[in-house]
């Protein structure tokens, strides 16, 4: 079955970086859009960044864009997403997301940036 699996959250200073992972499984990665979504506390789910299939085009939310990239590497069935210039209204949890057939999340990651 389809899962997504989250890494590389944590603690970061403001104006850090950090770099999310996202591994697939049980599915055609290589045929698939993926996307990373957050959740602050207390606020709804937003997109962060999404990236096609081939990894040929991007999009960002407009407080992520030229601060955050997504990338991805079809042979290893992974999504990252390199965040820069982070600020405290970056905490939250980032997932991982796709749609085959339905949406699939994954666990969630969490980044906190404060001094």
């Known amino acids: 079955q389809v899962q997504l699996v989250e890494s590389g959250g944590g603690l970061v200073q403001p104006g850090g970086s950090l770099r999310l992972s996202c591994a697939a499984s049980g599915f055609r990665f290589s045929s698939y859009a993926m996307s990373w979504y957050r959740q602050a506390p207390g606020k709804e789910r937003e997109l962060v960044a999404y990236i096609t299939n081939a990894g040929g085009s991007t999009s960002y939310g407009d407080s992520m864009k030229g601060r955050f990239t997504i990338s991805r590497d079809n042979a290893k069935n992974t999504v990252y997403l390199q965040m820069n210039s982070l600020k405290p209204e970056d905490t939250a949890v980032y997932y991982c997301?796709?749609?085959?057939?339905?949406?699939?999340w994954g666990q969630g990651t969490q980044v906190t940036v404060s001094s």
């Open positions: 997301n796709t749609w085959v057939w339905r949406d699939y």
